[in-house]
């Protein structure tokens, strides 16, 4: 008889068995399908809600007196404007979001303003990003919430003798930033008298290196051999958070799965014990009518393996309508990155029925070693 | 046809050993209907599996045909038996889940798909249940259920048929239609080994042997 039609027999026979296992191979298929689809949303959420909290590491002249530089909030001495563009032919670097700055004092109003002149931000090249600030055009200015009290975009104010066109107020920060007038770099160093050169380089540390690593080290060892002109100072709360969360994230994901896997598996190997159990005699009765081991074996590892591949489509669908349906509610900000992974699907599909197989061997195995005659014997006269 | 000669088993367990058969000689030959009788425990079914190539015995030979069948490979003892043998079991052991038909082409057969399935037909037409092929077993009468495994066992045209109590649990109309069976495959010149409890088989039988102390005895 064919081994495939047997196997259909035995499975609609034993149809709350054959439901079982099918469950138990879906669920192994649908969460780690939805979790995998929602996966990198989910990193890109936590990597977007990290770069949210800002720089977090601040690259100074070698020079600077930092209790000048927390005093007055922009450092002495400078750095050429060219060395932030080094970053961008490095490889293999912990810095990101590199955006130079020079900072100094201006008087607007009677007031003290920290005027801010900025580049675009520049990035190695192989960690390309969206920059996580706004761009300022040459003879523009965006005014800090403390210092744009009745002034609107579109009008023009002086700044250090320069006439300037507002381009945005800025909501309240609750930081030093209220007091930035933020232009761009060469209208910077126009009105500070200071060509050429800029005296902060503002980044994101990414996020790279093994649990135990002493970051800052690594930070300055880097630089070193960049701008060595240059000394840095790591926003240690922002960054050690930024690093925790983005851990935990991939762990979490890395932790959770193997255990899934790990029971369903153990449901397929409980159940199949259970089928094998029931059809003793089954067993017994097909090595009387003339069937070796490799049939016995068959007709549990193919029912698995089938059945896998059953659950394996079913379970991709379920997986990936989940992630679609209820990922964008979890993961507003990238829910866009959600979409149906196909490739998945072959993974699936080869993958579920040889995991399928693999947890039932064991008790195939018990079959196949069962002694036909006792289960035979005790139903004799 | 068969012969078995110094036949020895021992059923061990954790707390005890029992010694069931000891030294044991048979022959059948083709064409025979032999009845072995035997009080409960007294080895019968363990005799049938051991000569079958069911159940390896503790020592001894069995033979079928030119064949040893203890001396074959595993798997090539799998296929004597599908070959050689066919059993017929008092509680029938028919695979609940495949109908009558496919119960009878689960059999291990060298023939074509279209030649085993017209076997299967022609075999239950033969015993009047081509109307129930496509029933499963649960739906059939005992009778019925016993009449498609002595079908099975027919199936490939064996040189034995070994029976553990086929008509137990039959009524008497029943139990005679499945000794009829057996004793046209007999005339046929096939051979029947039948343990029974049963006075009423004694009368198709062409001899009974008596299973006692582990030996046979004629009477």
């Not at chain 1, 450092?75 to 020079?102: C, I, K, W």
């Not at chain 2, 007294?42 to 030979?61: F, H, Q």
Request: include cysteine; proline fraction near 4%.
């Amino acid at each position: 008889m064919n081994l495939v039609r047997q196997i259909f027999a035995e499975a609609t026979h034993r149809w709350v068995h054959s439901l079982l296992l099918f469950a138990a191979l879906f669920i192994a298929t649908a969460l780690p399908v939805a979790f995998h689809t929602t996966g990198g949303a989910a990193k890109r959420e936590t990597s977007r809600l990290m770069r949210d909290l800002g720089y977090n590491v601040r690259i100074l002249p070698k020079d600077a007196e930092l209790t000048s530089y927390w005093a007055q909030g922009f450092a002495d001495g400078a750095l050429p404007e060219a060395a932030v563009q080094r970053f961008t032919t490095a490889d293999d670097l912990s810095y990101n979001h590199l955006l130079a700055m020079l900072a100094g004092r201006v008087e607007f109003r009677d007031v003290s303003v920290l005027l801010t002149g900025l580049t675009a931000e520049v990035a190695p090249q192989t960690k390309k990003k969206g920059s996580m600030i706004f761009e300022v055009e040459p003879g523009t200015v965006h005014l800090g919430h403390a210092i744009s009290e009745g002034v609107g975009a579109g009008d023009q104010i002086e700044l250090g003798g320069l006439q300037l066109k507002v381009a945005a107020t800025l909501s309240e920060a609750g930081t030093i930033d209220d007091t930035r007038a933020w232009v761009h770099l060469s209208d910077a160093q126009q009105i500070l008298g200071m060509p050429a050169v800029v005296n902060e380089i503002q980044a994101l540390e990414c996020y790279c290196a093994d649990a135990g690593v002493d970051n800052l080290e690594r930070l300055r060892a880097e630089l070193e051999t960049i701008v060595p002109e240059g000394q840095v100072l790591r926003m240690d709360a922002a960054a050690e958070v930024r690093e925790r969360q983005r851990r935990l994230s991939e762990e979490y994901f890395e932790l959770l799965l193997p255990w899934i896997l790990a029971a369903c598996a153990g449901v397929v190997a409980l159940l199949t014990a259970i089928n094998v159990r029931e059809r003793r005699a089954e067993i017994g009765i097909l090595r009387a009518l003339g069937h070796g081991s490799g049939r016995i074996a068959s007709l549990f590892l193919l029912k698995a393996a089938c059945l896998g591949i059953d659950a394996a489509i079913a379970g991709f669908a379920a997986g990936s309508w989940l992630a679609l349906e209820y990922g964008p509610a979890v993961f507003p900000v990238t829910a866009g990155k959600i979409t149906v992974e196909w490739n998945l699907l072959t993974y699936a599909v080869i993958g579920l029925p040889l995991f399928a197989a693999f947890s039932a061997l064991p008790s195939t195995l018990a079959a196949i070693m069962q002694d036909p005659a006792a289960t035979l014997r005790e139903e004799g006269p | 046809m068969i012969r078995a000669r110094s036949i020895e088993h021992t059923w061990r367990d954790a707390s005890a050993e029992v010694r069931c058969l000891r030294g044991l000689d048979l022959e059948l030959e083709a064409g025979e209907f032999c009845c072995l009788r035997g009080v409960s425990g007294s080895g019968k079914t363990t005799l049938l599996l051991a000569l079958g190539g069911m159940l390896r015995p503790s020592g001894g030979t069995v033979q079928i045909g030119s064949e040893d069948l203890y001396s074959l490979s595993s798997g090539a003892r799998a296929r004597a038996r599908a070959q050689q043998v066919g059993f017929v079991f008092q509680m029938f052991h028919l695979v609940p889940y495949l109908s009558a038909r496919d119960n009878l082409l689960a059999v291990r057969s060298d023939l074509s798909r279209q030649e085993r399935e017209a076997r299967a037909d022609e075999l239950l037409e033969s015993v009047g249940l081509q109307h129930r092929a496509d029933h499963r077993p649960a739906a059939l009468s005992a009778g019925e259920r016993q009449r498609v495994a002595v079908c099975r066992a027919l199936f490939n045209k064996p040189t034995l048929i070994l029976a553990d109590e086929p008509t137990g649990n039959l009524d008497p109309d029943s139990a005679e239609v499945v000794l009829d069976l057996l004793t046209q495959y007999t005339a046929g010149g096939g051979a029947v080994l039948m343990a029974t409890h049963s006075q009423t088989p004694e009368s198709r039988a062409s001899r009974t042997l008596w299973l006692r102390d582990g030996t046979l005895h004629t009477s």
